[in-house]
């Protein structure tokens, strides 16, 4: 089975210093990691995915995210937050196995102080 | 661009009520997929379909039903709703192979009074 865990429910960060969206997962084939965005008032737009290809995966608007099998992880970083950045980020995490089973996180809001 | 639309942006239903909420995709994509998303708890997966007439359940089926009756349209109804089921509803769209990416609607903000 498979899981995934958005480690903070609210991120807060200033117009221009480094964001972190931490995403841990559980799966029990190699999985596809994709991060989506969802601004307010409208539906979730793909940022990024890794399929086992290679592990730094960047993005679209500056975001990358970086596969770490050792620890579970895929967090998407961010150098220098833009006030548009202000939106909802949900890890989602697919196993592969045929059927297109998904599993999206809780999700990450993230707020940018001017 | 690839489009999904969602036929109601917002709906107010009173309880007991059969409730439809349309999909429509405009880039002859083979799967198609309803979510509900409730803070907290991200995004469940109702119900999905690979192909017409095709459908699967998700992890929350209970109290819906789906219909594909044409490849590009999508339907979620809900039976007899309930207020447990107030929720924003959103419709998505993707190619066959499961590395495609969703396309996602902008979503249907239903309230069951």
């Known amino acids: 089975a498979q899981s995934v865990t958005q480690l903070d429910s609210h991120v807060s960060v200033s117009e221009g210093t480094p964001v972190l969206l931490r995403c841990n997962y559980s799966s029990s084939y190699s999985p596809s990691l994709f991060w989506y965005v969802q601004h307010p008032n409208k539906g979730l737009q793909l940022l990024l995915k890794y399929t086992s290809a290679a592990t730094l995966v960047k993005g679209i608007n500056g975001f990358e995210a970086e596969f770490k099998k050792s620890e579970t992880s895929f967090h998407l970083t961010k150098p220098s937050a833009h006030m548009s950045d202000a939106a909802e980020y949900f890890c989602v995490v697919s196993e592969n196995t045929g059927r297109r089973a998904l599993t999206f996180g809780s999700g990450t809001r993230l707020q940018v102080q001017p | 661009d690839v489009k999904v639309t969602q036929s109601s942006r917002y709906l107010v239903k009173r309880t007991g009520e059969k409730v439809f909420l349309e999909c429509v995709q405009d880039?002859?994509?083979?799967?198609m997929f309803w979510y509900r998303q409730d803070p907290g708890l991200g995004l469940r997966l109702i119900y999905f379909s690979y192909d017409v007439k095709m459908k699967e359940k998700g992890d929350i089926p209970e109290g819906y039903s789906v219909s594909r009756e044409k490849k590009e349209r999508f339907s979620l109804i809900l039976e007899s709703a309930s207020t447990n089921q107030t929720s924003m509803y959103l419709c998505a769209s993707s190619l066959h192979d499961f590395n495609s990416p969703l396309h996602f609607g902008n979503g249907t903000r239903l309230t069951v009074t």
């Open positions: 880039m002859d994509h083979e799967n």
